[in-house]
């Protein structure tokens, strides 16, 4: 079994910025892809951000030029820099990793909200 765990959410001011970390644990060899969700109260889960095992990098249009997801593989880490921040940002967000054949695995999500 594979554990993952967001951390880094918080309060923030609208502009502000967040780090958040996802750290996994468990049987793992590889990664095919690393991802980072986000579900807004009331609203759909939606894919922000994902990162593959080439380092080939994915945004949604509405974080392009504000968020910069990123691995580190021999840490087991996979991180999103969130700068300028919007309140339309706030949601849980949640961390995703994806394993060969398809398989994936998800933590429990960091609650991240962007209000003066």
């Known amino acids: 079994q594979v554990q993952l765990v967001e951390s880094g959410g918080g309060l923030v001011q609208p502009g502000g910025s967040l780090r958040l970390s996802c750290a996994a644990s468990?049987?793992?060899?590889?990664?095919?892809?690393m991802s980072w969700y986000r579900q807004a109260p009331g609203k759909e889960r939606e894919l922000v951000a994902s990162?593959?095992?080439?380092?080939?990098?994915t945004y949604v249009d509405s974080v392009k030029g504000r968020f910069a997801i990123s691995r580190d593989n021999a840490a087991n880490m996979v991180y999103l820099q969130m700068n300028s921040l919007k309140p339309e940002d706030t949601a849980v967000y949640y961390c995703?990793?994806?394993?060969?054949?398809?398989?994936?695995?998800w933590g429990k999500g960091t609650l991240v909200t962007v209000s003066s």
């Open positions: 995703e990793a994806i394993f060969p054949g398809g398989l994936d695995y």
């Open positions: 990162i593959g095992n080439s380092g080939r990098t």
């Open positions: 468990g049987a793992i060899f590889s990664f095919n892809a």
